[in-house]
C-alpha cells in the first residue's frame, strides 16, 4: 500500500474554480515530492490560483516565470544547486499552453541538456488562464473562444515529442487517478536526469460540465481509451492499471463527449476521426507491450 | 452625471448588467459608459462594475467614488464588502431580494430578480439570470424608459423571456 | 461630403478594434491572446467563423510566430494585422525590428498592460515605451470612438508609400480595453486603398531579401527608415485631414484642450490624457489657468511649443536611473521643466481629483512617485 502523507503544501484558500482538477493534483504532486522542492510556474492559471501578493496559497517556495521559459529557468535552478551539491528538487508544473505550444523550445532544450528536473504539464486542453482559447493540444472538434466552430486540427502529441529526447521517465497521468500520479511523481523523483509526466485535468468551466463531474469526465477519458495511463522508465513502456483495464473493454466514446458542453458542434465525421486516434493509439501500445522494441 | 456601481459575484452577470444599462441609457438619447473592475480572481468572487450617465460625454475612467446608487444582485455579498462605501447621502441602493429591507438614510429598493429569473427559467449553468429582470427595475426607478431597455435586451439576448422578465421586474417593484 | 455612418452601438476598445480590423478587412491575421488583449482575438476568430471577415486567421502558438507570420504574409503584398499586450509585446521584440528593417506595414494594437513579475494585467505604458526605438510608428487613443477610427486609420498610413513602416495603436489595458462607449462605426470605402507594397516578393522578378548588408548600405537603410518616419509626420496630418473630412471626427498629433490661454499645462497619455480634461474643468473654476495636452502620437513624437508656460506630465512608464519616459521625451525636445509625476503604473488608481492636485502642488523640474513620495 502507498501511504500518502497528511501534509499540506497547498492551502485550501486557492482561487481556483470549483472542480479544477489541476489543483487538486498539485496537491498530490507536492505530497509526493516533500518540502525540499521548488516549483517552477509559468503563466497559467496555477499563476493565478496561489492568490495575490502579500498573500499565498502555497507552503513551498514557487518560483513565477515568464510564459515560454518554465523549462529554461528550471535549467538554471537545477544546475545551481547541483553545483552547490543541494539536493533540492525542481518541478515544473506547467499548463499545456506552455509546454506544447509557446515553451516546446526551451523544454526540449532542458529534455536534450539532460536537466535534472521533473517537468509536469497539467492539460486541461486549452489556455484556461486567458479564458479558454485554443492551444495545440485542445482535440479535434472542441469549442474554445478562439475556435467558436470546434476545432479542426488535432491535439498535438506531445508525449512523443519528449520521447523522441529518450528521457529516463515519461508518463501519462490523470487526475481521477490521484494515487497513480502520486506514484508516478515519486517514482520520477527517484531517477536522475529529466522527467516528464502529462497529467490530463478536466477543467469544469473550459470544457463546460459542472464542478461536481470532475473525477467522472476524468474516469470516463481513461476509459473510452481518449487517454491512456502508462509509464516509460529508461524506454520500457508499462501500461498503468486502469488502463489495462480499458484496453480489455472500452466504454464508447460517446460518453465521455457528450458530457462536455465544449463538444456540442462535433461532426460525426470528426468523431470517427477521434475513435481512430484512440484505437491506432491503443494498437500501437498493445503491439509494443507484447513486442518490446529493440 | 449619474453614477452607478454594481457589486455582484464572478459569473452573475454583473458586468453584462453594466453593458446592458449603459446600451439602454444610451438607445435612450443619453451618454454612458460601463467599466467593470477586473480583479484577478474567479468565479463567485465578488465583482463592481461601474456604469456613467451623462447628457454630455463621459470623459473620466476612474472608478466611481460617489455612486448616486448602488446595485447588489446578491445580498449576501454585504457580508464581504461594505456596498455603502461613498454612496452620496440620500442615495439609492437597488436589491436583489425577496423581502423588504431598509436602510436608514437611503432610498432602498427591493424586488426579487432571482425569483423572477426562475420563475421565466431563465437559468444557465445554474444560476438564474438577474441582470436582464434587473433592466426592468432600473427603468421602473426611472434610470433608463422600459423601452430603451427592452431595446438593449432585445439586441443582446434572442430569448424573449429575458424582455418578458424585464417586465415583470418593472411590474412587481413598488415605489 | 461626410462619410456613410454604418451604426452606432455600444463598445469596447478591444471590440471597436475588432470592427475596425472587420472593416478593413486585412487578408491576414495571426494574434495570440494575452490578457487584456484577448477580446481582440476572440472577436476576431468568432468574425472569422461567422463569415463576416474573410481573413486568414492563423492562431499562431506564441508571440514571436505571430509578428513573423505577419511579417511573412505582409512580404507577399498582403494586408495583415495583430494585436498583443505587455509580455506579448516584449515576447515580439527580435520581430518588431525586423518588421520595422523589412518595412512590411504591419498594423498592431496592443492594449498597454504593465511586465512582471509580479504579475500585473492592468495598464501601464512600459510595453510600448520599451519598444519606442524598433522603428514602429506609435499612437495611444483615449477613447473607444478614437481606437476605432485610428485603427482604420492605421492601415493608410503605414501603408502610404512615404511610410510603409509598422504601426502600433496603443490602449490603456482595461480601462479602455474593457470599458464601454459609444462607438460610431463608418463605411471605408476607398478610403483605404489597395495595399501596394513596392518590395513584395514576385517570383518573375526575383529578389533577395534581408541578405548579409555591408556597413555603407546598411547605414543608408537605417537612415531610410529615419527619413520615413520624418515623413510619415505629413502623412498622418494628411491622412487625418481625410478622414476627418469623410467621416467627421478629426485628431491630431496632440489633442489640446482649453490650452490657448493657459499658464499651466498638464501633460498626459492615453485615458489619462482624457480624465485630464474634467481636471482642468475643476481647476479652470478654482481660477487657475490650466489646459490639457494630450500626446497621441508618440512616434513620430510631436513637435511642441511650451514656451511660457508651466508643464506637469503624468508618466506611466518609467526609464530606471534615467526618469519617466514621457518626461525626458519632452525634455529632450522643448526647453519645458516639467514637475514630472510618476503614476498609474500596474494599474494604480489615479482620478481627476489627484491630477488636478499634481497641479496645484507643481515643484518644476522635480520629480514624484505619487502615493509612495512627495519629493526625489
Ligand atoms: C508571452 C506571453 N504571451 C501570452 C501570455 C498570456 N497568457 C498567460 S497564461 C496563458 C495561457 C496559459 O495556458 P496553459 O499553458 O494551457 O495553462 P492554463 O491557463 O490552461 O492553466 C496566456 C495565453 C503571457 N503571459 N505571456
Ligand atoms: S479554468 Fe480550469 S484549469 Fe483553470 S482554475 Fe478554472 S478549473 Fe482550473
Ligand atoms: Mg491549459
Redesign the pocket.
Known amino acids: 500500500m502507498t501511504e500518502i502523507p497528511k501534509e499540506e503544501y497547498i492551502l485550501k484558500c486557492t482561487s481556483a474554480c470549483a472542480g479544477c482538477s489541476?489543483t487538486l493534483s498539485l496537491r498530490y504532486v507536492l505530497k509526493a515530492a516533500g518540502p525540499d522542492m521548488v516549483l517552477v510556474v509559468p503563466?497559467?492559471?496555477?499563476s493565478v490560483i496561489q492568490g495575490t501578493y502579500p498573500r499565498t496559497a502555497m507552503n513551498i517556495p514557487v518560483y513565477n516565470i515568464?510564459?515560454?521559459a518554465a523549462a529554461a529557468c528550471a535549467s538554471g535552478m537545477s544546475a545551481a544547486y547541483r553545483k552547490k551539491g543541494v539536493k533540492t528538487r525542481v518541478i515544473v508544473y506547467?499548463?499545456?499552453?506552455?509546454t506544447v505550444d509557446?515553451g516546446l523550445q526551451a523544454l526540449s532544450g532542458a529534455f536534450e541538456r539532460g536537466t535534472d528536473f521533473l517537468y509536469i504539464c497539467y492539460d486541461?486542453e486549452?489556455?484556461?488562464?486567458?479564458g479558454m482559447q485554443r492551444?495545440g493540444s485542445t482535440p479535434l472538434g472542441a469549442i474554445t473562444t478562439t475556435t467558436p466552430g470546434g476545432k479542426v486540427h488535432p491535439k498535438k502529441d506531445i508525449d512523443r515529442i519528449i520521447e523522441a529526447h529518450n528521457p529516463p521517465y515519461i508518463a501519462t497521468a490523470c487526475s481521477a487517478y490521484p494515487l497513480d500520479l502520486f506514484q508516478k511523481v515519486t517514482k520520477a523523483l527517484s531517477l536522475e536526469g529529466p522527467k516528464f509526466i502529462h497529467l490530463l485535468a478536466p477543467c469544469p468551466p473550459g470544457w463546460r460540465f459542472p464542478a461536481e463531474k470532475t473525477v467522472e469526465v476524468g474516469k470516463l477519458a481513461v476509459k473510452t481509451g481518449s487517454w491512456i495511463l502508462w509509464e516509460r522508465e529508461h524506454g520500457t513502456l508499462q501500461v498503468s492499471g486502469p488502463s489495462r483495464a480499458a484496453m480489455k473493454k472500452r466504454v464508447p466514446l460517446d460518453e465521455y463527449l457528450k458530457m462536455q458542453g465544449r463538444f456540442r458542434n462535433i461532426t460525426e465525421q470528426q468523431k470517427q476521426e477521434l475513435q481512430r486516434n484512440i484505437d491506432r493509439a491503443l494498437a500501437r501500445i498493445a503491439c509494443e507491450v507484447k513486442q518490446p522494441c529493440s | 452625471m449619474y453614477e452607478i456601481r454594481i457589486h455582484s459575484r464572478g459569473g452573475q452577470g454583473g458586468v453584462t448588467a453594466a453593458r446592458l444599462l449603459a446600451d439602454a441609457a444610451f438607445r435612450g438619447g443619453k451618454y454612458a459608459t460601463a467599466s467593470p473592475f477586473y480583479g484577478a480572481e474567479r468565479r463567485g468572487a465578488p465583482v463592481v462594475s461601474f456604469v456613467r450617465i451623462d447628457d454630455r460625454p463621459i470623459k473620466v475612467y476612474s472608478q466611481i467614488q460617489h455612486p448616486d446608487m448602488v446595485v447588489v444582485l446578491d445580498p449576501s455579498i454585504m457580508e464581504a464588502v461594505d456596498i455603502f462605501q461613498g454612496l452620496k447621502s440620500e442615495g439609492e441602493i437597488l436589491l436583489n431580494s425577496s423581502h423588504p429591507i431598509t436602510f436608514e438614510g437611503y432610498r432602498t429598493h427591493c424586488v426579487d430578480l432571482t425569483g423572477i429569473a426562475i420563475a421565466r427559467t431563465l437559468v444557465v449553468a445554474g444560476s438564474p439570470v438577474v441582470n436582464t429582470p434587473l433592466l426592468g427595475a432600473l427603468a421602473k426607478v426611472g434610470i433608463i424608459s422600459l423601452d430603451a431597455a427592452r431595446a438593449a435586451i432585445r439586441g443582446m439576448f434572442s430569448d424573449n423571456r429575458n424582455v418578458q422578465a424585464a417586465e415583470d421586474a418593472y411590474g412587481e417593484l413598488v415605489l | 461630403m461626410r462619410g456613410e455612418t454604418a451604426m452606432q452601438l455600444i463598445a469596447t476598445g478591444n471590440k471597436a478594434i475588432a470592427e475596425a480590423v472587420r472593416q478593413v478587412n486585412p487578408e491576414v491575421v495571426a494574434a495570440?491572446?494575452?490578457?487584456p488583449q484577448t477580446e481582440i482575438v476572440e472577436q476576431i476568430a468568432a468574425y472569422v467563423s461567422d463569415g463576416t471577415l474573410a481573413s486568414q486567421y492563423i492562431p499562431v502558438e506564441s508571440?514571436h510566430s505571430a509578428m513573423a507570420a505577419c511579417i511573412g504574409a505582409s512580404v507577399t503584398g498582403a494586408r495583415t494585422f495583430t494585436a498583443t499586450s505587455s509580455?506579448?509585446l516584449l515576447?515580439m521584440h527580435e520581430m518588431l525590428h525586423w518588421a520595422a528593417g523589412a518595412r512590411v506595414p504591419v498594423v498592431m494594437a496592443n492594449v498597454n498592460r504593465a511586465l512582471g513579475p509580479g504579475w500585473n494585467v492592468w495598464a501601464e505604458h512600459s510595453d510600448a515605451f520599451s519598444q519606442r526605438d524598433t522603428g514602429w510608428l506609435q499612437v495611444f487613443v483615449s477613447t473607444v470612438q478614437e481606437a476605432y477610427d485610428t485603427t482604420i486609420m492605421a492601415f493608410r498610413i503605414a501603408e502610404h508609400e512615404d511610410v510603409l513602416l509598422p504601426l502600433m495603436v496603443n490602449l490603456d489595458g482595461f480601462t479602455l480595453s474593457h470599458t464601454m462607449q459609444p462607438l460610431e462605426t463608418v463605411v471605408v470605402g476607398d478610403f483605404i486603398p489597395p495595399l501596394h507594397l513596392p518590395h513584395a516578393i514576385d517570383v518573375a522578378h526575383p529578389r533577395g531579401y534581408g541578405p548579409l548588408t555591408g556597413p555603407d548600405e546598411f547605414f543608408r537603410f537605417r537612415w531610410d527608415i529615419e527619413r520615413s518616419m520624418r515623413d510619415a509626420r505629413k502623412v498622418i496630418l494628411d491622412v487625418e485631414a481625410d478622414f476627418g473630412k469623410r467621416f467627421g471626427r478629426q485628431y491630431g498629433p496632440i489633442e489640446e484642450y482649453r490650452c490657448e490661454d493657459a499658464d499651466i499645462l498638464l501633460i498626459a497619455m492615453g485615458t489619462f490624457g482624457k480624465e485630464a480634461e474634467v481636471a482642468v474643468d475643476d481647476l479652470r473654476r478654482e481660477g487657475i489657468k490650466a489646459g490639457s495636452l494630450r500626446v497621441r502620437w508618440f512616434r513620430p513624437f510631436p513637435v511642441l511649443d511650451l514656451s511660457g508656460r508651466d508643464v506637469v506630465v503624468i508618466d506611466r512608464g518609467y526609464s530606471f536611473g534615467f526618469g519617466g519616459v514621457l518626461t525626458r521625451s519632452i525634455q529632450a525636445t522643448t526647453k519645458a521643466e516639467p514637475f514630472s509625476v510618476i503614476a498609474g503604473l500596474g494599474g494604480q488608481e489615479v482620478t481627476y481629483r489627484d491630477m488636478a492636485g499634481f497641479v496645484r502642488n507643481r515643484r518644476p523640474g522635480e520629480e514624484e512617485w505619487f502615493g509612495v513620495n512627495t519629493i526625489v
Not at chain 1, 43 to 46: G, L, N, P, R, W
Not at chain 1, 94 to 98: E, H, I, L, R, V
Not at chain 1, 126 to 130: F, K, L, P, R, S
Open positions: 489541476s503563466a497559467c492559471c496555477t515568464a510564459f515560454a506547467a499548463g499545456d499552453g506552455g509557446i486541461n486549452a489556455y484556461g488562464n486567458t492551444s | 495570440y491572446p494575452i490578457t508571440e509580455h506579448g515576447y
